[in-house]
Nanobody
């Protein structure tokens, strides 16, 4: 099992910044991808950004010029730096960790952290 602890959410005005953090612990052998998803009220959960141990990054088009994902391999921590925040970014953000173990992908989710962008 992998345990995830998220931090850094909160309320910010439009144009502001926040940084989310997620630390993975436990059975992290085989970890190869860390990422962030979000879910706004009444909408499906969607990918925000992810990063592989190779360094390859994926961003949703709506955030690629404003957000940056990074990771610290030594501590299994993934960060999401969010700049120029917009009200449309308001959502619960979830950390995802994916491992390869026992010949299968295993996904682990954080508990979610609220981000509110409001004047």
């Amino acid at each position: 099992q992998v345990q995830l602890v998220e931090s850094g959410g909160g309320t910010v005005q439009p144009g502001g910044s926040l940084r989310l953090s997620c630390i993975a612990s436990g059975s992290t052998d085989g970890l190869y991808l860390m990422g962030w998803y979000r879910q706004a009220p009444g909408k499906q959960r969607e990918l925000v950004a992810d990063i592989r141990t190779s360094g390859s990054r994926t961003y949703d088009d709506s955030v690629k010029d404003r957000f940056r994902i990074s990771r610290d391999g030594a501590t299994n921590t993934v960060y999401l730096q969010m700049n120029s925040l917009e009200p449309e970014d308001t959502a619960v953000y979830y950390c995802l960790v994916r491992t390869w173990s026992s010949a299968a992908n295993n996904d682990y989710w954080g508990q979610g952290i609220q981000v509110i962008v409001s004047p």
